[in-house]
């Protein structure tokens, strides 16, 4: 069965603090790896596709990077408007699936 | 939110009740998508639709119907809405078909909440 597994599930940072979201998954034939972030009460936004190993992405603080069973998301010196839930999902062809999500939570 | 209205954004209903969520979209794009999204779950596709009269099933399609009469509008239908279908629903849109990966994009959600 396909899985996409986000780590860790909430994460604190410090204003300035970088740090990593982690999106693994288990498909065969990985047609993209989209990175969406959702504020509360809206729907997610799209952030970035990313379509074969060692592809990289980045925005502002954003960067997105994708191996063959892993994606990341680094952010950094996040700012408290980086707070928001991030979510992955993983194309195989089919459909998006998707993670849980990584709540971050940027403190001043 | 790429062009995409959903409505209505919020719904109180009780059990038993048929319910109807309205997607409209402004970009002419042939694909669009209803998702819920549920605590501990991420989002499940319920059913898409690939042009006008043309939909199928997604993951988690049961007690769901839709329809498709106009390329902007895609409707989702709970005939007989019960307690486990309270939850948040998504429509998302995309240009290409699902075997080009093309990027879907989400309009705002509809809260239902079934009593």
């Known amino acids: 069965e396909d899985q996409v597994t986000q780590s860790p599930e909430a994460l604190r940072l410090q204003e300035g603090e970088s740090s990593s979201l982690n999106c693994s998954y288990t498909l065969s034939g990985l047609r993209g790896l989209f990175w969406y972030r959702q504020d509360p009460g809206k729907g997610p936004e799209f952030l970035f596709t990313?379509?074969?190993a060692g592809e990289e992405k980045e925005k502002e603080r954003l960067k997105a990077t994708l191996t063959k069973k892993e994606s990341f998301l680094h952010i950094t010196a996040p700012k408290p408007e980086d707070s928001a839930t991030y979510l992955c999902a993983a194309h195989s062809g089919y459909a998006l699936n998707f993670g849980k999500g990584t709540s971050l939570l940027v403190t001043p | 939110d790429a062009g995409i209205t959903q409505s209505p954004r919020h719904k109180v209903t009780e059990t038993g009740t048929p319910v109807t969520l309205r997607c409209h979209q402004t970009?002419?794009?042939?694909?669009m998508y209803w998702y819920r999204q549920d605590p501990g779950h991420g989002l499940r596709l319920i059913h898409y639709s690939y042009g006008v009269k043309d939909t199928d099933k997604g993951e988690v399609s049961d007690g769901y119907s839709v329809s498709r009469s106009k390329t902007e509008d895609f409707l989702l239908t709970l005939e007989s809405a019960t307690s486990s279908q309270t939850s948040v629903y998504f429509c998302?849109?995309?240009?290409?078909?699902?075997?080009?990966?093309?990027?879907?994009?989400f309009g705002p959600g509809t809260r239902l909440t079934v009593l």
């Open positions: 998302a849109i995309s240009e290409f078909d699902s075997s080009s990966t093309d990027t879907q994009y």
């Open positions: 990313l379509y074969s």
């Open positions: 970009e002419n794009h042939r694909y």
